[in-house]
T-cell receptor, first 116, second 114 residues
Framework: AQTVTQSQPEMSVQEAETVTLSCTYD???????LFWYKQPPSRQMILVIR????KQQNATENRFSVNFQKAAKSFSLKISDSQLGDAAMYFC?????WGTGNQFYFGTGTSLTVIP | GAGVSQSPSNKVTEKGKDVELRCDPI?????LYWYRQRLGQGLEFLIY????????KSGLPSDRFSAERTGESVSTLTIQRTQQEDSAVYLC????????????FGPGTRLTVT
């Protein structure tokens, strides 16, 4: 089974600064999808960004971008110009490209604090 | 449009009682997932329903846990003879069928077993 590892249980960043959250995964598959989800205190999980493994270009969504290193099986999330509303738990997730309803595998999460 | 909804939002029950948690997925989403999230922990996969195929129950922690889904709509997660270790947030998510599609999550049900 695939495993997803987030080695930073907690991170903090000064408002307006940049922070990078780490994620590594273990798989023998060549095609897959990677996701970052945000879970604020309201508990509502929200998709932040998605990366297709066959794409070499790193995904970007406004202030959020990823550094996808396929060979290293690394998928970090960079948050630029951090805002107070970015404070949340962030989960990295993996999904195989094979099949139509495969499981998502989630990491254990990184709690991000934004300091005013 | 409407998102994934779950009810109840919070549930407090006594040890040994049965509970039912409900999930209403986004209309048209054929894939539906249940997860358990213990306090300060990540998401633990429980079960998923994929259209008319047999559900993947590989994540259910014991035979006290079961889930049903009516067609491609509502799903209920039932926990029988609840134990204190069942206390957690139970999250439901739905998705279109196909690996490229992300999951849309509900707000979760916080279950407390006293």
């Amino acid at each position: 089974a695939q495993t997803v590892t987030q080695s930073q249980p907690e991170m903090s960043v000064q408002e307006a600064e940049t922070v990078t959250l780490s994620c590594t995964y273990d798989t023998s598959e060549s095609d897959y999808y990677l996701f970052w989800y945000k879970q604020p205190p309201s508990r509502q999980m929200i998709l932040v960004i998605r990366q297709e493994a066959y794409k070499q270009q790193n995904a970007t969504e406004n202030r959020f971008s990823v550094n996808f290193q396929k060979a290293a099986k690394s998928f970090s999330l960079k948050i630029s110009d951090s805002q107070l509303g970015d404070a949340a738990m962030y989960f990295c997730a993996y999904r195989s490209a094979w099949g139509t309803g495969n499981q998502f595998y989630f990491g254990t999460g990184t709690s991000l604090t934004v300091i005013p | 449009g409407a998102g994934v909804s779950q009810s109840p939002s919070n549930k407090v029950t006594e040890k040994g009682k049965d509970v039912e948690l409900r999930c209403d997925p986004i209309s048209g989403h054929t894939a539906l997932y249940w997860y358990r999230q213990r306090l300060g922990q990540g998401l633990e996969f429980l079960i998923y329903f994929q259209g008319n195929s047999a559900p993947d129950k590989s994540g259910l922690p014991s035979d006290r846990f079961s889930a049903e889904r009516t067609g491609e709509s509502v799903s209920t997660l039932t926990i029988q003879r609840t134990q204190q270790e069942d206390s957690a947030v139970y999250l439901c998510a739905s998705s279109l069928l196909g690996a490229t599609y992300e999951q849309y999550f509900g707000p979760g049900t916080r279950l407390t077993v006293t």
